[in-house]
């Protein structure tokens, strides 16, 4: 699985933007590996609708911030990306909580990826036929039906 995030802020009064893709390996997808979703991933702040925060307002306010989904894509779509508006932070704010998110998506990932290729392919083939003792019972029946079959009857 390849995880690629880029975060944006213009300046000013503007939030964060988190932008990521994930994308399946071949080989991922060819496991059918389930998808995995981080519930309270990455913090979602109040109105997060808008772009902008101002001063005393929202998660600057000292409101309590929401959390964002993170999950990683299925095997039938492959590909999963989103775009998150995130809190505001002061100058020199770091976003090591995103890395940690997207950190414990994959170690999570790792470990169904790993049940997945545990689960070892598999043919059984198997074949009957009738009990010897099933042949000797019908055997005098079929073997007169097929002589007077033979002979027109």
């Not at 990932?109 to 790993?114: H, P, S, T």
Request: glycine share 6%; net charge negative.
């Amino acid at each position: 699985m390849k995880i690629q995030w880029e975060i944006l802020k213009k300046r000013g009064n503007h939030r964060p933007v988190l932008k990521y893709e994930i994308e399946l390996e071949s080989f991922e997808v060819d496991l059918a590996v389930p998808q995995v979703v981080l519930e309270k991933a990455v913090a979602r702040p109040p109105s997060s609708w808008r772009s902008f925060c101002y001063p005393d307002e929202d998660e600057r306010a000292g409101a309590a911030l929401d959390w964002y989904r993170l999950m990683t894509p299925s095997h039938k779509s492959v590909t999963e990306s989103g775009s998150l508006v995130l809190p505001w932070r002061a100058p020199g704010g770091g976003f090591d909580d995103v890395k940690t998110a997207f950190f414990r998506l994959r170690k999570d990932f790792e470990l169904v990826l790993a049940k997945a290729h545990d689960s070892a392919p598999l043919e059984i083939v198997e074949h009957l036929e009738l009990t010897e003792d099933t042949r000797k019972h019908i055997a005098a029946g079929v073997a007169s039906a097929r002589f007077l079959s033979a002979v027109g009857f």
